[in-house]
């Protein structure tokens, strides 16, 4: 079992940067990927990035360009820089991990551990 905790999470205002950190701990060698989803109340959860073992990244559609994901291996974390955040609900910010022994991008990513998630609120 891995276990995720999140942090960095808070009040931006608009336009401004934010770094979300994810610390794993437990089963790390079974971990070949981890990312960042999002949701909002009443809204689906959606991606916002994936990072794999070989350093390969994905983004969702709506922070491209703006998002960038890091990993440190010898620390067991991942990290997420947010810039040029736009106004939006708040949302919660959680970090899964797991992915296929030989995982790719962009193929499908199960993730198997999920994290409590950290709250961004970005305001006008």
């Known amino acids: 079992q891995v276990q995720l905790v999140e942090s960095g999470g808070g009040l931006v205002q608009a336009g401004g940067s934010l770094r979300l950190s994810c610390a794993a701990s437990?089963?790390?060698?079974?971990?070949?990927?981890m990312g960042w989803y999002r949701q909002a109340p009443g809204k689906q959860r959606e991606l916002v990035a994936i990072?794999?073992?070989?350093?390969?990244?994905n983004f969702g559609d709506s922070v491209k360009a703006r998002f960038t994901i890091s990993r440190d291996n010898a620390k067991n974390m991942v990290y997420l820089q947010m810039n040029s955040l736009e106004p939006e609900a708040p949302a919660v910010y959680s970090c899964?991990?797991?992915?296929?022994?030989?995982?790719?991008?962009?193929?499908?990513?199960?993730?198997?551990?999920w994290g409590q998630g950290t709250q961004v609120t970005v305001s006008s």
């Open positions: 990072i794999i073992s070989s350093g390969s990244t």
């Open positions: 437990g089963r790390i060698s079974s971990i070949n990927a």
């Open positions: 899964p991990a797991g992915g296929l022994a030989r995982q790719t991008l962009p193929s499908p990513t199960p993730f198997t551990s």
